[in-house]
């Protein structure tokens, strides 16, 4: 079994700057409207099928 790496502040800071960036682009603004009429359609999905959903659309996008 590999040893399990330890998660560093640098490693933390990138991380939130490409999420900032993804949250900032287009792609998933288009994503995220997606979903909100997903869950106008579909109220009887659980959170987590929802996350599953949210999942396959950025892979897709």
Request: aromatic share 4%; charged share 50%; hydrophobic share 25%.
């Amino acid at each position: 079994m590999q040893k399990k790496r330890k998660i560093n502040r640098w490693d933390r800071r990138r991380a939130n700057k490409r999420l900032r960036r993804l949250k900032e682009s287009e792609k998933y603004k288009k994503t995220e409207s997606t979903l909100d009429s997903l869950n106008i359609r579909l109220p009887e999905l659980t959170e987590k099928q929802k996350k599953g959903i949210e999942k396959d659309l950025v892979k897709k996008g």
